[in-house]
């Protein structure tokens, strides 16, 4: 895995955050501005998730790399993956 990096934009309410893969191995997470700090939290742990489970080299569907992703937000391990960010 390579780098992470996080934006903040304002994006409609049905959309809590994105994950953006480069060809470098890197990923840009978009996460929604309009979010409060607990629910940005729980996105990038979301989308976390799907970084760590390679999610996005894999051929299995959308629902279910979503449906593992949901499982994993709400587990201790997600809860390492947002540690020492800083979320305002």
Known sequence: MGDVFFHELSLPMT????TIPDCNGDFTVIINS????EAKKSA????????????????????ADEEDARLEEKGKRAKTYIKGIRIT
């Open 15 to 18: 959309v809590r955050a994105a």
């Open 34 to 37: 309009n979010l409060n700090p």
């Open 44 to 63: 990038i742990a979301h989308e976390m998730c799907h970084i760590k489970h390679d999610h996005f080299y894999r051929e299995l569907a959308v629902e």
